[in-house]
């Protein structure tokens, strides 16, 4: 089954292929990474930011049409830039509360594990900053959501007072209700990564928790390798059933994996020198244009079902050898209940249910972000 699984791997798009691997054998994570995703008020150009403030909030197309020197626009972009980054802020705090809340409660949070045990037990290597650092962030953090909130009051008195004189008028209750509103709606992606990221710390916490509770049981090799047989088998088959959501999402949206595109470009190709040959007359090429086409649609629809069929024989694989490792455990305890006690069985299970949790919100991710990176194959 690995060289099916790998096969079917390989087919999917570059941007696809690279990501569905990274959650399973990733460094200590960036915390700067999501930072892409925060929207700049201040370097877009005028015409951008206008169209940003117009399609963010409901009255957002008729407040523009009062912006209509670059003064206006300025004081605009200064007040929205400065909620945009206390949002950010705010951000930022949950996301350090998470990780304070749950270093609270571990005495060993701050130990590591390497790569290699990472890589054997599917899972990470979290990134556990020092309790005395996340404090530390925490307490920065206040302090800059202080500053803004001051810094906000007064670039907000400011443009009331120049609001007065603006013609045409702009209802001000209305104009800082959209500015809210505007940053919101062009955080939300923003808001996605860090949701995500600290959904990520607490399903990897309780994840290796569950592994540390294992090995503190002292399980010896036979019940250690029965265990990293059931983890891996729950991993691949999780891996695969991401691949193949992702892989029908592609055909759904007829953005297609990067060989079958190149194929069918192949083809196409063929066909238009075929096409302009000068020996066929007008009709002629008509007629052989309309028969490749076919040819190459219906190659395009066989090449899908084989990819989906490869999936669900991976699958329908995975499933029976889990059984049949699952079976071979439950025998186990039967006949030899002091080595594979009913505790250590337990946390074996327990684990592999986190492990579908934390595959689970991966994919949820994946699926949602993955095709405003991927682009679009079109078929014409």
């Not at 040959?277 to 007008?282: I, K, M, Q, T, V």
Request: net charge positive; hydrophobic share 35%.
């Amino acid at each position: 089954h690995n060289s099916k699984k790998s096969k079917i791997t390989r087919t999917l798009p570059t941007a696809a292929a690279s990501n569905i691997s990274s959650p399973i054998n990733e460094n200590e994570e960036n915390m700067n990474d999501i930072e892409q995703y925060k929207p700049h008020h201040l370097k877009v150009s005028d015409r951008i930011f206008k169209q940003l403030f117009a399609n963010g909030s409901d009255n957002g197309s008729q407040l523009v049409k009062c912006l209509n020197t670059p003064e206006k626009i300025q004081c605009i972009r200064e007040v929205t830039e400065i909620t945009n980054n206390f949002h950010f802020k705010d951000f930022q705090e949950k996301l350090w509360q998470t990780y304070a809340t749950i270093s609270s409660t571990d005495n060993k949070w701050e130990s590591k594990i390497t790569k290699k045990f990472a890589h054997e037990h599917n899972t990470c290597r979290m990134y556990r900053p020092k309790k005395s650092f996340v404090q530390q962030r925490q307490i920065i953090i206040v302090k800059q959501k202080q500053q803004l909130q001051i810094k906000l009051q007064e670039n907000l008195s400011q443009l009331l007072n120049q609001i007065v004189t603006w013609q045409p008028s702009i209802d001000t209750t209305l104009l800082s209700d959209a500015i809210d509103t505007c940053v919101r709606h062009n955080l939300r992606r923003l808001k996605e990564e860090y949701l995500f990221k600290m959904d990520m710390i607490k399903l990897n916490w309780a994840d290796q928790n569950l592994i540390r509770k294992f090995y503190e049981l002292i399980p010896n090799d036979d019940v250690i390798q029965a265990a990293k047989q059931l983890w891996q088998i729950a991993a691949d088959e999780l891996r695969t059933k991401e691949n193949q959501e992702i892989f029908r999402q592609c055909i759904y949206l007829k953005r297609l994996p990067n060989k079958i595109e190149q194929l069918l470009n192949n083809l196409l190709d063929h066909n238009r020198k075929t096409v302009n040959n000068s020996f066929y007359d007008e009709d002629q090429r008509a007629s052989c244009d309309s028969r490749c086409l076919k040819m190459i649609n219906q190659c395009q629809f066989n090449l899908m079902l084989i990819y989906l069929d490869e999936f669900t024989m991976c699958l329908d694989r995975y499933e029976k050898t889990y059984q049949k490792l699952k079976d071979q455990l439950k025998k186990n305890n039967r006949e030899n209940p002091i080595i594979y006690t009913n505790i250590l069985i337990d946390l074996i299970e327990q684990r592999r249910q986190a492990m579908i949790h934390r595959f689970n919100r991966i994919r949820q991710y994946r699926l949602k972000t993955f095709f405003d990176q991927a682009p679009a194959v079109h078929l014409n």
